[in-house]
């Protein structure tokens, strides 16, 4: 099974502050990796699909990158409704993964 | 407006079966593959099997955590996915969220709100 390592599991921020989180495949995935947003008691939100393509509606201050193991998910411009928990996720012959999660609190 | 709707949570007792209902809306559901993704309380979030749509077969995978005690099924007349969970597990306790799988089954685009199991004696 391909395993998702998340990094970190969690960042203080401030509102306005750039953030990057990055995720690492143990083995290639191509460009077969999505990210979510989770907050608290609410089911997750998809953000990114296929590494960098926006999901309808989401703001554009999100946006990834990455390709075969390495992938990071950026936030421009912090926002206070932005402290969440964001999980990557990769699909590989029809299995799927998520990485551990990384929480951004509010520094 | 698409809405997942999932039933049947509650406490049931290890080695004991329950069966989830995701109730689907807004979309046509006989064209999307399906699928059941877990969150153990506090910890992050488990896939757990998706089923395809009958266009593919309307086959199904699962991890291996729950391979041949969980099955998914799916009512395209009534626009619903099960799960059908047996010989539970106090590990098996999580909330269990139903999704649509997007484009080329890579990623789920759509979540319900969740249903939480809770397998104790």
């Known amino acids: 099974d391909i395993q998702m390592t998340q990094s970190p599991s969690s960042v203080s921020a401030s509102v306005g502050d750039r953030v990057t989180i990055t995720c690492r495949a143990s083995?290639?995935?191509?460009?077969?990796l999505a990210w979510y947003q989770q907050k608290p008691g609410k089911a997750p939100k998809l953000l990114i699909y296929?590494?960098?393509s926006l999901q309808s509606g989401v703001p554009s201050r999100f946006s990834g990158s990455g390709s075969g193991t390495d992938f990071t998910l950026t936030i421009s411009s912090l926002q206070p409704e932005d402290f969440a928990t964001y999980y990557c996720?990769?699909?590989?012959?029809?299995?799927?993964?998520f990485g551990g999660g990384t929480k951004v609190e509010i520094k | 407006e698409v809405q997942l709707v999932e039933s049947g949570g509650g406490l049931v007792q290890p080695g004991r079966s329950l069966r989830l209902s995701c109730t689907a809306s807004?979309?046509?559901?006989?064209?999307?593959?399906m699928s059941w993704v877990r969150q153990a309380p506090g910890k992050g979030l488990e896939w757990v099997g998706f089923?395809?749509?009958?266009?593919?077969?309307?086959?199904?995978e699962y991890a291996a955590s729950v391979k041949g005690r969980f099955t998914i099924s799916r009512d395209d007349s009534k626009s619903i996915a099960y799960l059908q969970m047996n010989s539970l597990k106090t590990e098996d306790t999580a909330v269990y969220y139903c999704?649509?799988?997007?484009?080329?089954?890579?990623?789920?685009?759509?979540w319900g709100q969740g249903t939480l199991v809770t397998v104790s004696s």
């Open positions: 083995q290639g995935i191509s460009s077969w």
């Open positions: 807004g979309f046509t559901f006989g064209d999307y593959a």
């Open positions: 089923i395809r749509s009958k266009a593919y077969g309307g086959t199904t």
């Open positions: 296929a590494a960098s």
């Open positions: 996720q990769q699909a590989n012959s029809f299995l799927f993964t």
């Open positions: 999704t649509r799988l997007g484009q080329l089954w890579t990623y789920f685009d759509y």
